[in-house]
Structure formats: C-alpha cells, structure tokens
C-alpha cells in the first residue's frame, strides 16, 4: 500500500506509541501522539481532564487534536484507545491516511494496563471488557490488522514496512 500518512489504533496496552516512534525512526518520518498533544494543550493529565471535565469533554478536545495533524504527511499518528471508535473520527483517519489496528487479546491488555489511575477508563473489570469489545468492532475497519500480542515492537514495523512496500 502507497501512503504518506500512518495512523496506529487499537486498545490500551496495544503499544502504539511505542511501535509509533519505532516506525518514525524507520521511516525518518515525523511522529505525533495524540494522547501526548492533549496532555501537552490542556496542562493536566488524562485521568484530571476525565475527572474534572468529563469523558464529553476529552472526545471534543481529542478530535480537535486530530484535525490538527491532517496536515501533515510523511507522519506516523498514535492514536487514543478511543479514537477510532468515534465514526467521525474512524472516516477522518481513513481517508486521510492508513490504518493500522494493533490488535491483541483482553487479557494481554489487562496485563499491560497500568493500575495507577493513570487510564481512567481501566478502573472495573467487567466495564473494560465492554469497552473491548465495543472498540474492537470499531477498530475492524481499519486498513490492515497485525497481531501485537506476541510481536516486539521491531518486528511489527518490519511487518507494516513489507506491507508499504519499503
């Protein structure tokens, strides 16, 4: 596939941003993370902007991050978990660049998810694996899907570079 513009979904714990830096120094493509930009807008981590200003308003803010970057090309886009399942958010990312699902099992996203408060949406068991399941329908339409379960992340990129053809 030709493209100039990668964006990474998938869950929590996926490892997109780290799979997104590793494909940038790659590619020598520039590299943005969209939890990381919201951070950096609103002075205040996730879990305060979910505590203090509610989940309605992280998806706003979320999407105007997003809009942001369309601009860019020759980029490589981690995205939030929740990002791509938002359909006006999912029809952005699809025609503006290439999807890519990093997909991996509940309980490998479990293992991988911090307990600190820091995922404000990971906090009962039973409502993240609702959440699971409801995103990894979403995350279907993406353009291609790796298994990043088991996978380091240099293996991944070598598998997204083959399938660019570079």
Avoid at 28 to 53: H, M, N, P, Y
Wanted: glycine letters at 10%; hydrophobic letters at 45%.
């Amino acid at each position: 596939m030709r493209t100039d513009k990668i964006y990474l979904v998938g869950f929590m714990g996926a490892g997109k941003s780290t799979v997104a830096r590793a494909l940038g120094t790659s590619l020598g493509w520039q590299v943005e993370d969209i939890d990381d930009l919201i951070v950096a807008r609103e002075r205040r981590s996730i879990a305060d902007i979910f505590a203090r200003r509610g989940e309605a308003y992280f998806r706003e803010i979320e999407r105007a991050a997003l809009r942001s970057l369309l601009p860019l090309r020759h980029a490589i886009v981690a995205t939030g978990g929740g990002t791509f399942a938002d359909v006006e958010n999912r029809r952005v990312i699809n025609n503006d660049g290439a999807s890519i699902w990093l997909d991996l099992t509940f309980e490998k996203a479990v293992a991988r998810i911090p307990s600190d408060g820091r995922r404000p949406l990971a906090t009962d068991r039973g409502t993240l694996e609702a959440l699971y399941i409801t995103r990894c329908a979403a995350y279907r339409f993406a353009h291609l899907r790796l298994d990043a379960g088991r996978a380091p992340a240099g293996e991944i990129v070598e598998r997204i570079r083959d399938w660019l053809g570079c």
